[in-house]
């Protein structure tokens, strides 16, 4: 799906359509989690206790770096 990137008052938005909107379960009003992947953006309805999950899961992965390397080979 092609969309694009519109002046919004003083803001710059991206406006998504109905259909997107539907199969995405968002409405007007909630908020949505932006993810940069290898294949591109990911965009997913925010939940509030998987982003805690997520960044407790960050801050293991960089402490234990090294043993993740190991246990990887």
Do not use: C, F, H
């Not at 003083?10 to 992947?37: F, H, M, W, Y």
């Amino acid at each position: 799906m092609k969309l694009e990137i519109k002046k919004i008052g003083n803001s710059t938005g991206l406006i998504l359509p109905k259909e997107l909107l539907a199969r995405l379960g968002l409405s007007q009003g909630d908020q949505v989690l932006v993810t940069e992947t290898p294949d591109g953006i990911k965009i997913s309805r925010y939940v509030p206790d998987l982003e805690q999950g997520l960044e407790i899961a960050r801050k293991a992965m960089k402490t234990y770096r090294a043993a993740l390397t190991e246990l990887a080979k």
